[in-house]
């Protein structure tokens, strides 16, 4: 019998599924305006590319480093206009100018 986490992950990974010829590198996930957005890291031709929701989010980063150091801002904001503005993830998405 497969455990609650293994589900949710083989759920997960059905969900959104990687282009081609990018490598998984990291997930992570954030809670903004009630709801869970999944923050998936991947590698292609030397580069790192970052995806909301299975959502690209355009131009990508030269390295890790730098990838997750914008994202942590972005989180940031989105927690923070979830909490004090009482946006959905709809309204903070169209806020910040990503399409989640």
């Known amino acids: ?6 589900v949710s992950r083989d759920l ?4 959104f599924k990687l282009p081609r010829g990018h490598e998984e590198v990291k997930k992570d ?7 869970k957005v999944d923050i998936v890291y991947t590698e292609y031709r030397g580069k790192i590319h970052v995806y909301l929701n299975g959502d690209s989010l355009g131009t990508p980063w030269k ?8 994202m942590k801002d972005v989180k940031q904001v989105m927690k923070q206009m979830s909490e004090e503005d009482n946006l959905d993830l709809e309204e903070i998405a169209n806020e910040i100018n990503f399409r989640v």
């Open 1 to 6: 019998m497969k455990s609650f986490a293994d």
């Open 29 to 35: 996930s954030v809670k903004a305006g009630g709801k």
């Open 12 to 15: 997960y990974e059905a969900k």
């Open 63 to 70: 390295n890790m480093k730098t990838a997750e150091k914008e």
